[in-house]
């Protein structure tokens, strides 16, 4: 079996840190040595428990948070750390880190996938790593996408090695009808991106019509203080509760319910998989990238365009008002869901993997696995 390196960012509760642990769990139990490796954050204080065999290191850890604030310093403790593990493959997750890994592997003849998983067209970034985004894809051995049309708005260059494989849905829960209470729910990082704003504002809409309306985000992020005081302004304060993030991953799916999401822009919104598989009805935005992937308008759940607080609105009194509805979205939800079902979605890993390894690479044409 080979020795596989995961490089990601953080140790934190992110997406991405979610599908390396699991990859980690995945390639663990296939027999190979897998070593997972972040920049930030502690081996001991991770938010995603890592199989008992993996082997966690961060530069953090090792050389200091100080250390871990210029790129060069990244690259090389990157570089270093591969000469150490010496992996059989390197599997490296985000713009910045498959650059700067990218830039480690330099003279290596090691392996490497790469994967993007945030939308690269909107996500604020400083135009040297916009610039060398598709070329370091392009000098991968195979790239992995999480939508369609995250591989479509790539260069043709850089696409020729792609294959589109989303993040998988967690077990289902299929909740008896009883169960369906009305609470509206949201999840994500308190920032721009979230767009958690206007649901603040939908919110206050909908109560115009709906009093008994109310909403709990969980997440934290660097927009708490400006979104309390949009809640304060907007006279919210016992109708919009920020508890921060759960404590436990998952916590906050409970019994279903009504699950909004008003991102501005996705990579591949992890929280809706997860919203569907658990049974709620699902409002969201129609924003790039994920959410036409993962539900059919009118029939596993509800979109509406991005930033348009008045259309959330009426959609989350539609949801609050209609049980029949509410059920029908939910139950056809979790029929969705299992269309991206862990061990569909881990096969085709394994399938691009075993490809690099096997010194295949991947197919010239991009592959659209999605189910």
């Known amino acids: ?66 250390a871990a604030k210029r790129t060069m310093r990244r690259v090389s403790w990157l570089r270093k750390t591969f000469q150490d593990v010496r992996p059989d493959l390197i599997v490296s997750f985000l713009t910045k880190i498959n650059i700067q890994t990218t830039a480690a592997c330099f003279g290596m003849s090691i392996p490497r996938i790469a994967s993007e998983r945030n939308n690269f067209k909107t996500q604020p970034m400083h135009w040297l790593w916009r610039l060398a985004m598709a070329p370091t894809l392009a000098m991968a051995n195979a790239v992995v996408m999480l939508t369609s049309g995250s ?19 967690p077990p289902i829960v299929r909740h008896p009808p009883i169960s369906v209470p009305q609470r509206l729910i949201a ?40 979104l309390e005081a949009l809640r304060d302004t907007l006279e919210l304060s016992g109708a919009v509760a920020m508890p921060g993030r759960s404590v436990n991953p998952h916590d906050w799916v409970g019994e279903g319910g009504i699950f909004a999401l008003s991102s501005r822009y996705e990579g591949f919104p992890n929280v809706l998989s997860e919203a569907l598989a658990h049974g709620f009805a699902i409002a969201t935005t129609r924003c790039d990238w994920g959410p036409e992937d993962l539900i059919e308008q009118g029939r596993s759940g509800l979109m509406v365009p991005v930033d348009d607080a008045r259309a959330m609105a009426a959609t989350l009194e539609r949801l ?5 509805l509410r059920l029908r979205l939910a139950q056809e939800g979790v029929n969705r869901a299992e269309l991206f079902c862990q061990n569909a979605v881990l096969s085709r890993w394994e399938d691009v993997v075993r490809d690099v390894l096997d010194g295949r690479h991947t197919h010239e044409d991009p592959v659209i696995a999605t189910g």
């Open 1 to 66: 079996m080979s020795r596989i390196v995961l490089v990601q960012s953080g140790l934190g509760s992110g997406g991405t840190e979610k599908i390396v642990a699991m990859l980690a769990g995945h390639f663990g139990s296939r027999g190979h040595e897998v070593v997972v490796l972040a920049i930030h954050g502690s081996p001991a204080n991770g938010y995603y428990t890592m199989p008992e065999r993996t082997v966690v290191r961060s530069m953090e850890a090792e050389e200091g948070p100080d």
């Open 151 to 169: 591989m479509n708005a790539l260069p043709e260059y850089a696409r020729r090695r792609a294959r589109v494989i989303p993040n998988p849905c």
């Open 187 to 226: 999840v994500g990082r308190l920032c721009d991106q979230k767009g958690f704003d206007t649901l603040i504002r939908a919110v206050a809409l909908a109560r115009q019509n709906v009093p008994d309306l109310s909403l709990t985000i969980y997440g934290e992020g660097e927009k708490r203080g400006e």
């Open 320 to 324: 609050w008002g209609d049980e029949v």
